[in-house]
């Protein structure tokens, strides 16, 4: 093989790689808005158990995001290098210098998984503000109750009725 046709080869590979990692990111993506669909249909019902097992899950796809964006960015900045690009270049700046396939690939997708991570964080901004609502009313309702049974008389110990002792209790809603 030529020179000029393995040089040329190398990036296509690259490129090839980077937009599946591209690819599966935006799949990703749209699990983490469907958990976050499910988490705001758990919050709904007030079922907060399922709604800590979704945010469990949702933490662990999360996780291999993450770890994508490692590849991501490794893949970003040999590609960059082979190309003569400075190494914080962005996969627009790559794409630019590709021939008009991968080029188009990786400007495609790039777009795409741009707009399903804004969605993603506008949902996800919305569930938080849902959440701490109830967060917030749940503890209004515990003040409620513990400053009722702080007035309610009890029988202390030596048979008398006496005011009810400070109730201390918590709720954690965070999970």
Do not use: W
């Not at 007030?46 to 709604?51: K, T, V």
């Not at 899950?57 to 993450?66: C, K, N, S, T, W």
């Not at 996969?91 to 777009?111: N, T």
Request: aromatic letters at 2%.
């Amino acid at each position: 093989m030529s020179t000029s046709l393995v040089s040329k080869r190398v990036p296509e590979v690259l490129a090839q790689q980077l937009g599946d990692v591209l690819a599966r990111q935006f799949e990703l993506y749209g699990e983490v808005q469907q958990q976050l669909a499910q988490r705001k249909d758990a919050l709904r019902q007030a079922d907060l158990e399922r709604y800590g097992s979704l945010a469990n899950a949702e933490q662990r796809v999360l996780a291999e995001v993450f770890e994508l964006d490692t590849r991501r960015t490794a893949l970003s900045v040999e590609l960059a290098a082979l190309l003569g690009l400075a190494k914080g270049a962005s996969i627009l700046e790559i794409a630019a210098r590709l021939e008009e396939s991968p080029r188009a690939r990786l400007e495609g997708l790039r777009a795409m998984l741009k707009q399903r991570i804004e969605e993603t964080r506008h949902e996800g901004s919305v569930l938080r503000a849902a959440a701490e609502r109830l967060a917030q009313h749940m503890a209004g309702i515990i003040q409620t109750v513990r400053s009722a049974l702080a007035q309610t008389g009890v029988y202390g110990r030596h048979g008398r009725v006496a005011l009810g002792a400070t109730v201390a209790s918590t709720i954690d809603l965070r999970s």
